[in-house]
């Protein structure tokens, strides 16, 4: 069973909150972060490096410095400012008119360490050693991760008393047309209920941000290590998490572009996927498949519908049954060549938030020769991954909206 608390959040006061938060770290470069952060934005603390000129490299000692210096100095200035007692919070998401509420509060390493809170990818040492690097230096969870849990509908009754009972903290629409909403819960006795009620579930899943939570829970071992009188109960053994019911997530599709067809004519590669799939002429028109095991493809100006064929996957096994392994196996690996989809440069990804035209567009332009869509991921999909011990293949889920970045950090005194 997991183990969450409430926390000390440091967070900006209300008429700052919109300026302060920003998107995540990893879903913008740093060209991008430099001409969207303003002055108050929290990219300053996690993309320091757009604060040189030339904007400078992500990675070194002055760059992680600045980071420390900056949340400081935001501290200073008042624009981030921490609670006096402990809280769990409230944070609603509205995209197209569809909204997802989820808990704020810190998640226990150990969770992590012992597979109660469960993860779908690999992490690359690199990046987690950066994200080790900033936790480590600022002594705190500047983002958070981005959590599931199978619904319980207390949890869903207690969240919506306090969004439709209570004015929310912070409610602003971002430059994206996203919608977001934060409430503080400060009642000890719900504190005490909603901790109860995650006592009772099994396990939470990891959405998006695994190197953020490998990088926290290796924090929280090194604490651990250098503190002789470690008991477990310490603030660096909990890490910062926003939790959303299973049943209000959408994943959407996370597509695939490759730069050349490995030697083959359009002719050939269209008659060597017939093999595999069911090939239907679809027009210029964008076409976005409608079901599991239907994929989309767009080649010489002209889209297609690929129906694998009965015997292309194992709807038995957790991982045989995805759409990217049956793509990965029988196109990209046996036809085009790519076989490490974390490595080849002839292969690119576009998240689905961009649009099928973004697919087309970068055929057209000749940048690449085919792309691929797909049926996206299904949370069922996901969570029966994890909960196998399998690991899905790169790239694979997308979700959307991302976490705001900068409504709540955790500090790891």
Same mark, same amino acid.
């Not at 469960?118 to 981005?146: C, G, S, W, Y």
């Given at each position: 069973?997991?183990?969450?608390?409430?926390?000390?959040?440091?967070? +900006?006061?209300?008429?700052?909150?919109?300026?302060?938060?920003?998107? +995540? /770290?990893? #879903?913008?470069?740093?060209?991008?972060?430099?001409?969207?952060?303003?002055?108050?934005?929290?990219?300053?603390?996690?993309? +320091?490096?757009?604060?040189?000129?030339?904007?400078?490299?992500?990675?070194?000692?002055?760059?992680?410095?600045?980071?420390?210096?900056?949340?400081?100095?935001?501290?200073?200035?008042?624009?981030?400012?921490?609670?006096?007692?402990?809280?769990?919070?409230?944070?609603?998401?509205?995209?197209?008119?569809?909204?997802?509420?989820?808990? #704020?509060?810190?998640?226990?390493?150990?969770?992590?360490?012992?597979?109660?809170?469960?993860?779908?990818?690999?992490?690359?040492?690199?990046?987690?050693?950066?994200?080790?690097?900033?936790?480590?230096?600022?002594?705190? $969870?500047?983002?958070?991760?981005?959590?599931?849990?199978?619904?319980?509908?207390? &949890?869903?009754?207690? #969240?919506?008393?306090?969004?439709?009972? $209570?004015?929310?903290?912070?409610?602003?629409?971002?430059?994206?047309?996203?919608?977001?909403?934060?409430?503080?819960?400060?009642?000890?006795?719900?504190?005490?209920?909603?901790?109860?009620?995650?006592?009772?579930?099994?396990?939470?899943?990891?959405?998006?941000?695994?190197?953020?939570?490998?990088?926290?829970?290796?924090?929280?071992?090194?604490?651990?290590?250098? $503190?002789?009188?470690?008991?477990?109960?310490?603030?660096?053994?909990?890490?910062?998490? #926003?939790?959303?019911?299973?049943?209000?997530?959408?994943?959407?599709?996370?597509?695939?572009?490759?730069?050349?067809?490995?030697?083959?004519?359009?002719?050939?590669?269209?008659?060597?996927?017939?093999?595999?799939?069911?090939?239907?002429?679809?027009?210029?028109?964008? /076409?976005?498949?409608?079901?599991?095991?239907?994929?989309? &493809?767009?080649?010489?100006?002209?889209? /297609?519908?690929?129906?694998?064929?009965?015997?292309? /996957?194992?709807? $038995?096994?957790?991982?045989?049954?995805?759409?990217?392994?049956?793509?990965?196996?029988?196109?990209?690996?046996?036809?085009?060549?790519?076989?490490?989809?974390?490595?080849?440069?002839?292969?690119?990804?576009?998240?689905?938030?961009?649009?099928?035209?973004?697919?087309?567009?970068?055929?057209?332009?000749?940048? &690449?020769?085919?792309?691929?869509?797909?049926? +996206?991921?299904?949370?069922?999909?996901?969570?029966?991954?994890?909960?196998?011990?399998?690991? &899905?293949?790169?790239?694979?889920?997308?979700?959307?909206?991302?976490?705001?970045?900068?409504?709540?950090?955790?500090?790891?005194?």
């Amino acid at each position: 069973m997991v183990r969450i608390k409430p926390f000390k959040g440091i967070r +900006p006061p209300r008429q700052h909150a919109a300026e302060v938060a920003s998107r +995540p /770290y990893d #879903v913008l470069d740093s060209a991008e972060a430099q001409r969207e952060a303003t002055e108050k934005s929290l990219l300053h603390i996690i993309k +320091p490096e757009i604060d040189f000129d030339p904007i400078a490299d992500e990675h070194s000692e002055e760059v992680y410095r600045k980071a420390v210096d900056n949340f400081a100095r935001w501290r200073e200035k008042g624009w981030l400012v921490q609670d006096d007692t402990e809280k769990y919070y409230v944070y609603a998401q509205t995209m197209d008119g569809r909204t997802q509420y989820g808990l #704020v509060a810190a998640c226990h390493f150990d969770d992590y360490l012992k597979g109660r809170i469960k993860k779908h990818e690999l992490t690359r040492p690199d990046k987690e050693e950066d994200r080790m690097i900033h936790v480590r230096n600022q002594n705190a $969870n500047i983002e958070p991760v981005f959590l599931s849990y199978p619904a319980r509908a207390e &949890m869903d009754a207690i #969240v919506r008393e306090i969004a439709q009972n $209570n004015e929310p903290e912070y409610d602003f629409t971002a430059a994206d047309g996203f919608g977001h909403r934060f409430w503080v819960i400060d009642d000890e006795k719900i504190q005490k209920r909603i901790t109860e009620i995650f006592e009772t579930i099994p396990a939470l899943y990891v959405a998006d941000g695994h190197h953020r939570t490998a990088a926290a829970a290796r924090v929280g071992q090194e604490k651990m290590n250098g $503190n002789p009188s470690h008991t477990g109960d310490e603030e660096y053994c909990f890490f910062l998490a #926003v939790i959303f019911p299973d049943d209000q997530l959408k994943i959407i599709d996370y597509n695939r572009l490759v730069r050349d067809l490995n030697g083959l004519s359009p002719e050939e590669l269209l008659e060597a996927l017939d093999k595999d799939f069911v090939v239907e002429k679809k027009g210029s028109e964008p /076409y976005r498949p409608a079901a599991l095991h239907d994929f989309a &493809m767009y080649l010489d100006g002209r889209w /297609y519908g690929l129906t694998a064929r009965p015997g292309t /996957y194992d709807d $038995n096994d957790p991982i045989g049954v995805l759409d990217v392994t049956i793509l990965s196996n029988r196109v990209l690996d046996k036809l085009l060549g790519i076989a490490d989809l974390r490595t080849d440069k002839r292969i690119d990804f576009v998240g689905g938030i961009r649009g099928l035209g973004e697919l087309q567009r970068r055929v057209d332009s000749g940048e &690449m020769k085919v792309a691929f869509a797909l049926y +996206p991921v299904s949370m069922k999909q996901l969570i029966d991954i994890a909960d196998t011990g399998h690991i &899905m293949p790169p790239k694979t889920t997308w979700f959307e909206p991302k976490l705001r970045s900068g409504l709540v950090i955790h500090s790891l005194d």
